[in-house]
């Protein structure tokens, strides 16, 4: 191969599953997935305020995915968790990812982008 034309890149299988999923394709729907250590307060406390976010702030227009790490971790090896909670927004594109305590929301929306560029301050 000259050495300007790059060797094709490995796509992650779940990257392919996502990609055929009919989640993707519906507009105004969020993929979050929050990862949590075990069935700690803070873990339980994450859980409930992600879920609230969904319900209250995004019209339940989300699908959550709920990852212990302790019981999946090869997921987070995967998405390279390095803390928890982590809330990782992985549809609409870019992916965005919040890392740390969740109980304080007000710069979350910002920091995921969940809310479109004309709405904010709204």
Known sequence: MPPFVMAPQKIHP???VLAQSPL???PGRFVLRLFVA???TR???????VRELCAAEL????DLEVIDIYQQPGMARAHQIVATPT??????QPVRRFIGNL??????FDELALIPKGKAGS
């Open 14 to 16: 779940m990257v392919k």
């Open 24 to 26: 993707v394709l519906a």
């Open 38 to 40: 075990g069935a700690t």
């Open 43 to 49: 873990s339980r406390q994450a859980v409930l305020r």
């Open 59 to 62: 019209n339940s227009n989300c």
């Open 87 to 92: 809330l990782i927004k992985e549809f609409p």
């Open 103 to 108: 109980l304080h929301t007000t710069g979350l």
